[in-house]
């Protein structure tokens, strides 16, 4: 139990363009949600936590109004990067809260050329 | 706020001894400490967290130890076998719940066949 997907697994897109990701509770409800960034060979770095129903609440640095998030059901939340720059491209990963504990999804690669 | 210090970034054993991953936190309030493995391109998978009412934790090869008045914690994988090989995080919260993860910067596992 406690699966976490996220879609696409993988994404290109080309520098100006916005890239919508992903993040689903398969087997349980999750009313709060939590998106990370991962560089390179360094550590998971908290970008927003995404609570349904409402407004994601975002940590300090991380732009709101580029770095969208919809959590619009107990099971998806949505991150979407507009206007997307080479700088963005990164490994993107979800996690769910459930019982206490988060599951993290399988993480989103997004490549900007 | 919180900061989890990780050492060491890098570590190689040979397989079938043993690995010590250290952690230090800074905030007394944290009182969840988990331990996640990440392998290559997917997202990080909780193997074994204290809560810090408890001491030590064992899980088969796996155990964690908590020493609050110095604020260490740690992670000890006995009998390493090649699939041990990933990046290992360890976290903390100062929340009762597994909400807002700080994470440490990871160690790079190698077992050395």
């Known amino acids: 139990g406690a699966v976490v997907s996220q879609h696409p697994s993988r994404v290109i897109c080309k520098s100006g363009t916005s890239v919508k990701i992903e993040c689903r509770s398969l087997d349980f409800q999750a009313t709060t949600m939590f998106w990370y960034r991962q560089f390179p060979k360094q550590s998971l770095m908290l970008m927003a936590t995404?609570?349904?129903?409402?407004?994601?609440?975002?940590e300090q640095g991380v732009e709101k109004d580029k770095f969208l998030i919809n959590h619009a059901s107990l099971t998806l939340s949505t991150l979407t990067v507009t206007s997307a720059h080479p700088e963005d491209s990164s490994f993107y990963i979800c996690s769910a809260l459930n019982s206490n504990e988060q599951y993290f999804g399988p993480g989103t690669r997004l490549t900007v050329t | 706020g919180e900061n989890v210090e990780q050492h060491p970034s890098t570590l190689s054993v040979q397989e079938g001894d043993s690995a010590v991953i250290k952690c230090t936190y800074s905030?007394?309030?944290?009182?969840?400490f988990p331990w996640y493995k990440q392998e290559l391109g997917k997202g990080p998978q909780l193997i074994i967290d204290i809560r810090s009412n408890v001491g030590e934790k064992k899980d088969q090869r796996i155990a964690v130890t908590l020493n609050k008045t110095a604020k260490h914690f740690s992670l000890h994988i006995t009998e390493t076998q090649p699939e041990d090989s990933a990046v290992y995080f360890c976290a903390a919260t100062p929340y009762s719940s597994a909400s807002k993860i700080i994470f440490g910067s990871g160690t790079r596992l190698s077992i050395r066949p």
């Open positions: 995404s609570n349904e129903g409402s407004k994601a609440t975002y």
């Open positions: 905030d007394s309030a944290s009182n969840y």
